[in-house]
């Protein structure tokens, strides 16, 4: 953890970053514009409706029904778009690993493919949100206003510096730090679990794309006073005078007044 | 400088130059009758006798950078534009406070280094007179003649809280803001005058414009004086004084031993002094305090997760969070005779913090009535020989650790993956039976201490070598210790519970029979020291000069 | 210490430990004697404390060449990274912790190594001394009595009279701190003004929200509209007057008789403002329809109109109510029909009034 954040605010992080950015998303147009010949970002071909809707069966039918219709274990996901599968399922929220009061990031369990055919498959069923096009991803937005936006939109739950927060019983709204850019904008538009929605008319794509451009500015600037200290606050900072700041401070007043043998 | 004799020059002239201005200095300000007095002034050393003098020398840090800061800060509430260089709040409608706090940290060279070293140093201040205080009540430095002092010294806590507070609601940042907010709904709960005084504090409705140039002159001015006048105050008492001093072979109530201040003691304080400084410089070049630029600007409406008071406010906070503001089905805030009664704020806002200062301010008093201990005392008690202040004493401490997790009940659910709401369950028990646990816990550990104490002054410590005896038997060797370390161990007082006396019309009144309850409560469990006798006795048992043990009631390690 | 034996009833020490007295304690054996240190009897290592106090020192000069370094050789300007910045802090930081500690630990290891290290005792002294007490009296007594102000009660009171007046200018002069509280805490910008209802607008922009703007599960921070152009006073009126618009399913809706009409089609809206001290509530979970304080974690049931179910505030949020305009947008069709925000004295007044 220590050392990916380190590396995270290396001067030439940013320029990865950007680099990565820019070849995924770059990728996936591609893959999107090639493939298929309908719009580009919502990949809704009809081969990948239907390789879709057979790892939908085997994988998430259990819960969510077959058909997506839903069932006591899981919401239907008739209407939640292709962005809402991206999301849950590229960030390996989905499939959950069990019942819980909110389902955990982990290690994606199907690749960009299958997700790719998941994503078609439940856009088949009902207009919903789309996949984000790659242009509002590209981080060049204005982040000044993406800043304000995020403090009255977001901040009070994800915290003004997305190190993320608590929420009611057991749930909490999580540090954004690491999150594509893709990934928060879906978020935004489909409201995950407890997260509200954010549709366009509430927030304008060009609002998230700042809202994107400022969290990746921030994150790829690190901060200029040194170690963040989790960015949480007086709570960390008081931890931390207490424990390392007297620590040493008693380090040295014990060897101040030993003896020299 | 022309330092010529005057015709009636006295009849020292000295010889070098700096000794001519030495000497005129002196014969204007009679600095030799000081040095005289002080110069070989003995202090005793203990690295818990540092406290103070870090809590003094993060003061003067803290007025140093504070000066600087003043240079660059510009205490207004005017709105403008951004127009500095940090990208993310660029053109942003901001206060002209938080904007020349952001200048002082984007365009100042070394602004944000004596941001974040103020910062620091007011965090080690306030922890500091902290543990100072601490480390004063669990050693019973606070007894006859240093009753006063300690009240000074608990003057100087509510002031440091107070400079803390003040400085922390400057930058007008989003944080700040609403914890000057919360202040304002604290402020409200007041009968009768609440509103009155939010109005007056704020210039009328909350924000308003006025507030950070007050608190402004408050903290730069009106505290800092007050803290630099009890800080003499409390040095003059000091010295008065003189220091006290951990029990010790030579050491009495009559005496005090340790270092000359000239040279050892002045150079290890002196030098202390740059060491401090280091340790918060370093601090400040390496870990971030109070990143206002995250925060963003104050406005009403947004608010981050994790909107916490700096340390020393948190306790109050944390009661905040813990008092429910309905039980059952019953309402804490009460309308009675067509007025608002928000107790669900005012008891907790003010209770827990009124009961730790008036006990903080009366423990002296208290504990002297109790015990009708009238004498003077400059040898302090180790904790474990004053079992029950020591369990009060932590009893107290858990209390505050309790309100002060619950500061940051939040982040203790988020970072342990435990839900918001239980960590506010588990800390309202705790609230109540957290005390009695400490107090009892305490109290059995001091008393086992003691105990420990006892075998070790008359059986020696324990070496870890085990001899086969011929008969068979393992025993572990047990080292004597020499009469120094055993006086450590046994030179303390172990006062009996003191009965109920009769006053001067040969009456025992009420009382003077709770004052005997209570003083039976505060020494009914103790561990006399040892004597010579049962030294002379554990001796004989064994007939050795090494104390080697096999008694029955005796520790024996035999595997 | 010693003295335990003391304790006769009427002597205000303690009673001495039974059975234990001044014989059966131990004798204190005095400061034990001094042992020497390796640099008081081998010059090879005084000279070596000596090389490594100076070298202390030393390193306490380029500590502060560091700071120099750093301060003149990194400026900042308007295309500063923050890296450059964090760069320049750590440098100033690491300068002066050199510097300071190189001349701190250099000063206590000279006194610690090679100062003399011999415990030394002090006498105490009577703070008090009987005499200078008595001394006192009869200077104190001498100027009462040159005073003569026990045999002139007519001055003394008057004096005293005089003395106990003469603050409360002071205190009066502050009366200009601030306005004398009215009843505008009970009031918010949402007021229709000259009977045009007031519409409900994004925050920070300000641009109205119309209702097919509001999906089911969104929420929106909300300004009244007009906020944004107010010249003078424009935070204190979003402190009073900020809002959060939800929409959820009608059904879970449960609006007590007389406020049927204060939503619509599952939108409502509620003060952002917690009753408890006034953090803005603005953490909205569009599933449990909780709303949360983040400050003390007041918890806001949204389909029992925002009765408090945990947490410390004591009353429900102040709904707002709210209607659509002719285009579609949303309105607040009246102000808050209580005062917003934390209890005050007066509040329950304000309230009685606003509904009178």
Known sequence: MKALSQKRRHPLAAIALLLMGLLVTGGLYAVASTVNQAKATTSTNANDAEEGGKLFAANCATCHGMGASGSQAGPSLVGVGAAAVDFQVGTGRMPMQMNGPQAYKKPAQFNEEQTRQLAAYVASLGPGPSIPEAGLLDEKGDAAAGGELFRTNCAMCHNAAAAGGALTRGKFAPALAGVSGQHIYEAMVTGPQNMPVFSDANISPEGKRDIITFLKQIEANGSPGGADLGALGPVSEGLFIWIAGLGVIIAFTIWLTSRTS | ?559 | ?356
């Open chain 3, 1 to 356: 210490m010693g003295n335990h034996s003391d304790g006769s009833p009427n002597h205000s020490g303690t009673v001495a430990t039974a059975g234990q007295n001044e014989v059966e304690k131990f004798q204190d054996p005095g400061i034990p004697p001094h042992r020497l240190r390796l640099a008081d009897t081998d010059p090879k290592a005084a000279k070596r404390a000596e090389r490594q106090v100076a070298l202390l020192f030393g390193s306490s000069v380029v500590g502060t060449l560091i700071f120099l370094v750093a301060y003149f050789a990194i400026d900042l300007g308007d295309d500063t990274s923050i890296a450059t910045i964090r760069l320049q802090n750590a440098l100033l930081g690491i300068g002066t912790a050199f510097a300071m500690l190189g001349i701190g630990t250099g000063i206590v290891h000279w006194a610690k190594a090679l100062m003399p290290d011999h415990e030394v005792s002090e006498e105490r002294h009577a703070i008090r001394t009987e005499e200078d007490r008595l001394a006192a009296v009869r200077i104190v007594d001498d100027i009462v009595e040159e005073t003569g102000i026990k045999r002139r009660p007519l001055i003394r009171n008057t004096l005293l009279g005089a003395v106990a007046l003469a603050p409360l200018p002071a205190l009066a002069v502050f009366g200009d701190l601030g306005p004398r509280p009215d009843n505008t805490l009970a009031h918010t910008m949402w007021a229709p003004q000259d009977g045009k209802l007031k519409r409900l607008t994004r925050d920070p922009d300000g641009t109205p929200i119309k209702a097919s703007d509001v999906t089911i599960g969104s929420a929106f921070h909300v300004i009244p509209e007009g906020l944004n152009e107010l010249h003078e006073g424009k935070l204190n009126e979003k402190a009073k007057a900020v809002v959060l618009l939800m929409r959820l399913n009608p059904e879970s809706l449960n609006p007590s008789p007389g406020r049927e009409n204060w939503g619509y089609n599952g939108i409502v809206a509620y003060s952002k403002i917690c009753t408890h001290v006034g953090c803005p509530v603005a953490l909205y979970e569009q599933q449990t329809h909780h709303l949360l304080c983040p400050c003390h974690q007041s918890t806001f049931d949204l389909t029992q109109e925002c009765k408090v179910i945990f947490g410390p505030a004591s009353r429900p949020l102040p709904q707002l109510p709210i209607a659509v305009d002719s285009e579609g947008y949303l309105v607040a069709t009246s102000d808050f029909n209580e005062p917003v925000g934390p209890s005050y004295w007066e509040r329950d007044e304000h309230e009685r009034n606003r509904n009178a």
């Open chain 2, 1 to 559: 400088m022309s330092a010529t004799a005057t015709p009636d020059a006295p009849a020292f002239v000295a010889k070098t130059k700096g000794g001519r201005i030495t000497n005129f200095v002196d014969e204007r300000v009679g600095g030799s009758g000081i040095l005289r007095e002080f110069g070989r002034k003995v202090f005793p050393d203990h690295w818990s006798f540092m406290f103070g003098e870090v809590a003094l020398y993060s003061f003067v840090i803290l007025l140093l950078s504070g000066t600087f800061l003043t240079f660059f800060f510009d205490p207004s509430m005017a709105e403008t534009r951004y127009a500095g260089s940090y990208m993310p709040l660029k053109n942003v409608e901001m206060s002209v406070a938080y904007s020349s706090s952001l200048n002082i940290s984007f365009d100042v060279r070394g602004g944000l280094f004596m941001r974040q070293v103020h910062h620091w140093s007011a965090l080690l201040f306030v922890a500091s007179v902290s543990v100072h205080m601490l480390r004063v009540f669990f050693t019973g430095a606070f007894r006859k003649p240093r009753e006063m002092n300690w009240v000074v010294g608990g003057v100087l806590l509510i002031l440091s809280m107070a400079a803390g507070f003040t400085g922390y609601s400057l930058p007008d940042d989003l944080l700040s803001g609403n914890g000057l907010r919360i202040i304002d709904g604290v402020i409200k709960s007041i009968p009768v005058i609440g509103t009155y005084i939010s109005f007056f504090l704020f210039g009328g409705e909350f924000p308003g414009t006025a507030i950070i140039g007050r608190l402004y002159m408050l903290h730069i001015l009106l505290v800092p004086a007050l803290i630099l006048l009890m800080i003499v105050m409390h040095l003059f008492m000091v010295v008065v004084h003189k220091h006290t001093q951990y029990p010790g072979p030579g050491r009495n109530d009559g005496n005090v031993v340790g270092y000359p201040l000239g040279p050892v003691y002045a150079a290890k304080a002196g030098g202390f002094f740059f060491i401090v400084f280091g340790v918060i410089a370093l601090m400040a070049g390496f870990f971030t305090i109070n990143p206002i630029w995250n925060y963003g600007p104050y406005d009403p409406s947004p608010v981050s997760a994790g909107t916490q008071p700096d340390w020393y406010i948190g306790f109050v906070d944390g009661a905040l969070r813990l008092m429910p503001g309905i039980i059952g089905d019953w309402k804490v805030e009460q309308i009675w005779f067509g007025h608002v009664f928000t107790f669900n704020v005012l008891l907790p806002a003010l209770v827990p913090a009124g009961i730790i200062f008036t006990v903080l301010f009366t423990y002296p008093w208290i504990e002297r009535w109790i015990t009708k201990d009238n004498r003077e005392h400059h040898v302090l008690d180790r904790p474990r020989n004053a079992p029950t202040r020591t369990a009060i004493g932590m009893a107290g401490f858990v209390w505050y650790c309790v309100m002060w997790a619950a500061a940051g009940s939040d982040l203790i659910a988020t970072h342990f993956h435990v839900s918001l709401n239980d960590v506010t369950y588990w800390l309202r028990a705790l609230f109540f039976i957290g005390p009695v646990i400490a107090f009892v816990v305490t109290k059995r550990i001091a008393l086992a201490l003691q105990r420990k104490d006892r075998e070790i002054a008359l059986h020696g410590r324990e070496t870890g070598r085990i001899v086969r005896l011929p008969h068979g038997e393992f025993i572990e060797v047990h080292a004597p210790l020499d009469e120094y370390k055993r006086y450590k161990l046994v030179g303390f007082e172990s006062p009996s519970p003191l009965p109920a006396e009769p006053n001067a019309n040969g009456v025992v009144d009420s009382k003077e029979k709770r004052r005997a309850k209570l003083s039976q409560w505060f020494f009914e469990d103790r561990v006399a020291p040892a004597t010579p006798a049962e030294l002379a006795a554990a001796h004989g048992h064994h007939g050795e000069h090494e104390a080697i043990e096999s008694g029955e009631n005796q520790k024996t390690l035999s595997h």
